[in-house]
């Protein structure tokens, strides 16, 4: 069986979640036309660990339309989408994801991803370049390169360039504006409120909600929460982003403040041990902790599992007995939006996979080319991206006339 699903008689849903967000998907149609023609794919096999989702369907879809052997691996243990994941096997796409799946099944679902021989990978977190990288050095002499989608993945490829033990080139696809400016920041913002509420149902009106971190990611969330009538707090380390926040109009503090005074607090920045149970110890009864950062390391839940008792009281809320208050964690401290929802709504994670589809077609177009360090896909290709996202959305926009395009390239016109 090349297959590793929860319930394969979950197919028929699976497509009819795929085929809707197909229809916001319209860019990725015409990318998908397109491949099904060219075929840049093809004798190829691309090897995915990304969270399991009707979106990330349509991307396999198009890589395989492509001529694409695919073998794809949830990147998170949490956030698959059971239904789709039963679609994409029924397909005979080699699928291995289920919710809920255990530490040990994740890391075996990416050594059969390995197992596939990838000739390409793309990645949510460098947890499958990491694998390749430590256990199957031998696998990587195949690979002509990676996309990687997420910001805690392009920290790690860094470290990975630094320390001079990459092997081969990588695209930080999470570096494309159309990619982060979008996904990150209008993607997280919306999909990470949405998960809160489907895990909680509380009023964000007249909460005082924390923001830890003013990434793109931070951005866009504290953007949303003061949007429904939060009052907004941010946590940063940053003295650029957090003199930001306080220009877009919100209270900037460290963490250990923010904790007394916080009703929902959000993890956002990448980092680990964010909020500490010293920190939840001073929180008001009925606090809501949620993380929205890549990794499950950014509350300390293996410090409030060994402390304090708890029960589940409803899908993806847990409830922590701290000495007599009760403080609620949401989807075990793992990426809120993607385990208590649905991730990014189709029309964002449109540019982004647009984005990793380009991006794998740039590395076989260049394959023997391309430094072996993190690399950036060209800004054409991104402006590309963006035009075509524009086109799909029916807006037209203003194009520099010949006068403008000579006068932004010269230095000799003055006042
Ligand atoms: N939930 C999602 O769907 C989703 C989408 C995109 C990215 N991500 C993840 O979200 C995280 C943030 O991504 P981003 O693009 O905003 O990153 P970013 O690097 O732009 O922003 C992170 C911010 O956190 C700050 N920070 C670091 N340590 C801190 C600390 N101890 N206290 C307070 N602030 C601290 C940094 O200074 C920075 O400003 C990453 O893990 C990324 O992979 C999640």
New binding site residues.
């Given amino acids: 069986m090349n297959y590793e699903v929860k319930n394969i008689g979950l197919a028929a849903q699976g497509m009819l979640n795929i085929e809707y967000a197909e229809r916001n998907m319209p860019i990725m149609k015409k990318i998908r036309d397109r491949f099904a023609k060219k075929k840049p794919f093809k004798g190829l096999t691309i090897g995915l660990a990304l969270h399991v989702t009707k979106e990330t369907a349509v991307l396999v879809r198009t890589l395989k339309a492509g001529g694409a052997k695919i073998a794809i691996a949830s990147c998170n243990p949490l956030s698959t989408q059971d239904d789709v994941a039963a679609a994409l096997a029924k397909e005979g796409i080699c699928v291995y994801a289920k919710k809920g799946e255990s530490l040990q099944e994740y890391y075996r679902y990416i050594e059969n991803v390995i197992a596939a021989g990838p000739n390409i990978t793309i990645d949510d977190g460098c947890d499958l370049v990491t694998a390749l990288h430590t256990k199957h050095r031998k696998m990587l002499e195949k690979v002509i390169g990676g996309c990687e989608e997420?910001?805690?993945g392009i920290i790690r490829l860094h470290a990975m360039e630094r320390e001079g033990v990459l092997k081969c080139p990588m695209i930080a696809v999470n570096d494309n504006k159309t990619k982060?400016l979008l996904?990150?920041y209008y993607?997280?913002g919306q999909?990470?409120i949405d998960g809160i509420l489907r895990a909680t149902n509380v009023l964000i009106a007249g909460k005082t909600f924390v923001v830890?971190?003013?990434?793109?990611?931070?951005k866009g969330l504290a953007l949303r929460a003061g949007g429904m009538g939060a009052s907004v707090i941010v946590?940063?380390?940053?003295a650029f982003?957090a003199m930001q926040a306080v220009l877009d109009g919100y209270r900037v503090m460290p963490?250990s403040d923010a904790a007394r005074t916080g009703d929902i607090f959000v993890t956002?920045?990448?980092?680990k041990k964010?909020i500490r149970t010293e920190h939840i110890r001073t929180m008001k009864s009925g606090a809501i902790l949620a993380n929205?950062?890549?990794f499950d390391n950014e509350i300390d839940v293996e410090g409030m599992n060994r402390l304090w008792k708890k029960r589940r009281i409803r899908p993806f809320l847990d409830e922590y007995d701290v000495r007599g208050r009760k403080i609620y964690l949401c989807a075990e401290g793992r990426?809120v939006?993607?385990s208590a929802a649905e991730?990014?709504p189709s029309e964002v994670m449109a540019t982004s996979f647009a984005g990793q589809s380009l991006a794998c077609e740039y590395l076989v177009r260049n394959r023997d080319r391309l430094e072996t360090k993190v690399i950036r896909l060209p800004e054409e290709i991104d402006n590309h991206i963006a035009e075509l996202q524009l086109e799909a959305m029916g807006i037209k926009k203003d194009k520099l006339t010949a006068e403008q395009k000579k006068y932004l390239s010269g230095w000799k016109e003055g006042t």
């Fill in positions: 997420t910001t805690t982060h996904d990150n993607g997280t999909s990470t830890c971190g003013y990434g793109d990611c931070g946590t940063e380390v940053d982003r963490v956002v920045t990448g980092n964010i929205s950062g890549h990426l939006n993607l991730g990014h």
